[in-house]
């Protein structure tokens, strides 16, 4: 159940796994400035778990740099009962520009047991090129490599990597029945990202009980949403779109990741 945790914690945590670059329409020189209230500074912690067991913790944090660019990191470990028996430490890096929130770079690594894994990718907006490097290690303090492969996807107009493509969600109107689409590229391969708006609940939480948007993600064909369980996130519904729940189903029931702090 815990790896299922830690697979789920990188869809939530960012809905990241994999690389994924979604295409819009336009130029990115032209695009305005997003000014959330989170672009400021903010970072968020989760606690994963599976029914009454905790399983660990998640944040995501938003951190402003210089030169109209800004920082998504993301981490989950396992608690110090799960770490004693699988031992996790994973984390994932995004540095975008405000504008359009357009990544640039993109870093993943992946420490889950004996599973040790790094992913670059690197945005070349000039050439339309996405660059990847992702490397898997048999021993992590030897660096001894089990497989590497470097991939370059064409890109075009504005791609987003699946790091940014969750915060510019928060940024959207997300009107209740509406479904946005984009079209997606992992390594290779195109599939169809959609964002569907479910509805309005309240939800307690945290910050007490907050009305809140519910939205679900979904890649069509065999990308990384698929058989894997539907996963859905509750975004307030006010301009901070703060995911205060995250919920993806499993065979025996659903992973949840809950709210715990906001900073």
């Known amino acids: 159940m815990f790896r299922e945790c830690v697979k789920f914690s990188f869809k939530i945590a960012a809905l990241v796994a994999v690389f994924v670059a979604i295409s819009f329409a336009g130029e990115p020189n032209n695009l305005p400035e997003v000014k959330a209230p989170w672009m400021n500074g903010e970072k968020l912690t989760f606690s994963l778990g599976w029914g009454f067991i905790t399983a660990g913790t998640a944040t995501l944090e938003v951190k402003p740099i210089a030169d109209g660019k800004t920082e998504f990191l993301t981490h989950a470990t396992g608690n110090k009962t799960i770490n004693r028996i699988y031992p996790v430490n994973d984390t994932v890096y995004t540095r975008v520009r405000n504008k359009g929130l357009m990544t640039e770079v993109f870093r993943k690594r992946l420490h889950e047991g004996t599973f040790h894994n790094t992913s670059v990718i690197r945005f070349d907006r000039k050439g339309e090129k996405a660059w990847l490097s992702d490397t898997v290690f ?3 303090k030897t660096r001894k490599t089990k497989r590497s492969a ?14 940014s493509a969750f915060y510019y969600v928060r940024t959207m109107p997300l009107t209740v029945g509406d479904t946005s689409r984009f079209s997606a590229v ?8 959609k964002v569907l708006v479910h509805g309005k609940e309240k ?3 945290v910050l007490g009980k907050v009305q809140c948007i519910k939205v679900e993600p979904v ?4 990308g990384i949403f698929v058989s894997k369980g539907r996963i859905f996130i509750w975004l307030t519904d006010d301009d901070r779109r703060i995911p205060v729940l995250m919920e993806c189903e499993i ?13």
């Open 150 to 163: 470097d991939t370059a996807v064409a890109i075009q107009g504005m791609e987003h990597s699946i790091m």
């Open 138 to 140: 048999t021993d992590m």
């Open 186 to 193: 992992s390594g290779k391969k195109r599939y169809e990202l």
């Open 219 to 222: 890649l069509d064909g065999d």
């Open 251 to 263: 065979a025996l029931g659903s992973i949840k990741a809950k709210l715990l702090e906001v900073k």
């Open 203 to 205: 939800v307690e939480s």
